[in-house]
C-alpha cells in the first residue's frame, strides 16, 4: 500500500511543472485525494483535493486559478497541473488519502 509522488523539480518563475502521485495496494477509485505541500519553516497545507469520481474539486486560495487537479482511476493517478509557478510555490508536495501519505517531491521555484 504506497503512494508515490513524481514530477517535482526546478523551475523558474512564471513556469509549469505537473506532478504525478501514483496510488498502489488499494481501490484507489474509492477515495478522495489530495495534494498538499510543506515549505521551510512553515506548516503542511491543503492545496488541492479532489473526490473518488472526480467530479469535485476543491482549491486552497493562494493556487485558485494557478493549479489543476485531475485523476486517472484506470491509472490509479492523481495529478496537480501547476502553472504560473512563483517562489512562494516553492515546498514539498505530498499527495494523501488522509490516512495514506506519500513520501513527498520537491518543486523549487526560483531564477
Known amino acids: 500500500v504506497q503512494l508515490v509522488e513524481s514530477g517535482g523539480g526546478l523551475v523558474q518563475p512564471g513556469g509549469s511543472l505537473r506532478l504525478r502521485c501514483a496510488a498502489s495496494g488499494f481501490t484507489f477509485s474509492r477515495y478522495d485525494m489530495s495534494w498538499y505541500r510543506q515549505a521551510p519553516g512553515k506548516e503542511r497545507e491543503l492545496v488541492a483535493s479532489?473526490?473518488?469520481?472526480?467530479?469535485?474539486?476543491n482549491y486552497a486560495d493562494s493556487v485558485k486559478g494557478r493549479f489543476t487537479i485531475s485523476r486517472d482511476n484506470a491509472k490509479n493517478t492523481v495529478y496537480l497541473q501547476m502553472n504560473s509557478l512563483n517562489p512562494e510555490d516553492t515546498a514539498v508536495y505530498y499527495c494523501?488519502?488522509?490516512?495514506?501519505w506519500g513520501r513527498g517531491t520537491q518543486v523549487s521555484v526560483s531564477s
Open positions: 479532489i473526490t473518488s469520481a472526480g467530479g469535485g474539486t
Open positions: 494523501s488519502t488522509n490516512w495514506l
